[in-house]
């Protein structure tokens, strides 16, 4: 598969700081990038994509940022809560349209926040 | 909040029974996908299917089949479980052209005994 994967498997930030969750990859064929929660026993839940063309996204707090020079994305949550302590996923997509669109999926990160 | 629903979410047997995991999306999506993930760790993908009729195996060996008779079902069965199949399966869905979002259901924590 693909080399998707994070720099750290562990990440605590205190309540209504901001956080930054790092994504490497290895495709440079890879043109549309996603970001998931994953809560404990739930499924991944989609956060914000962004696509090849772009370099930043923004959503309701948070931001993906993409830097295809160094195949590097990045999750940034603003003030983060309590409500965001989960597991993030990258996931890149190397193919689309008439193929399948496969998404390959990195290790995850785990986001503690603490009071 | 994605329309895609799993059934059981949990689910215990002994080693040797046959299970079907259920997978049900109310999307009109073409294209699903079933996850195999230990706790904490990535997903990896181990079958999918562009539309009915149409199955395909993924990157991680399974022992596991599926099936694609309508669209919004995707069932995966265990002829024979064992308890190197315990780990948390999820199924996803996708449909158009223009998007390759992947929605996924709650899962199904599976423990074979």
């Known amino acids: 598969g693909e080399n998707v994967g994070l720099h750290l498997p562990t990440l605590s930030v205190q309540e209504g700081d901001n956080s930054i969750i790092n994504c490497a990859y290895s495709?440079?064929?890879?043109?549309?990038f996603i970001w998931y929660k994953q809560e404990s026993g739930k499924g991944p839940q989609f956060i914000i994509d962004?696509?090849?063309?772009?370099d930043k996204r923004q959503g309701q707090r948070v931001t993906v940022l993409l830097n295809k020079t160094v195949k590097h994305l990045s999750l940034q949550i603003a003030a983060t809560q309590p409500g965001d302590s989960a597991v993030y996923f990258c996931?890149?997509?190397?193919?689309?349209?008439?193929?399948?669109?496969?998404?390959?999926f990195g290790r995850g990160t785990q986001l503690t926040v603490w009071p | 909040e994605a329309d895609i629903y799993q059934t059981p979410r949990y689910l215990v047997i002994g080693t040797g029974k046959k299970i079907t995991l259920e997978c049900s999306q109310t999307?009109?999506?073409?294209?699903m996908y079933w996850y195999q993930q230990d706790p904490g760790m990535e997903l990896h993908l181990i079958h999918y299917?562009?539309?009915?009729?149409?199955?395909e195996k993924g990157d991680l060996s399974s022992e596991s089949t599926v099936s694609r008779i309508r669209t919004e079902h995707f069932p995966l069965t265990l002829e024979s479980a064992r308890p190197s199949h315990t780990s948390q399966y999820l199924c996803?869905?996708?449909?158009?052209?223009?998007?390759?979002?992947?929605?996924f259901g709650p899962g199904t924590r599976l423990t074979v005994l």
């Open positions: 996803a869905s996708t449909g158009g052209w223009s998007t390759d979002t992947q929605y």
């Open positions: 495709n440079s064929a890879s043109d549309y």
């Open positions: 962004i696509r090849s063309n772009m």
């Open positions: 996931a890149e997509n190397v193919g689309r349209g008439s193929t399948l669109g496969r998404l390959y």
């Open positions: 999307m009109g999506h073409d294209k």
């Open positions: 299917s562009y539309g009915v009729n149409s199955t």
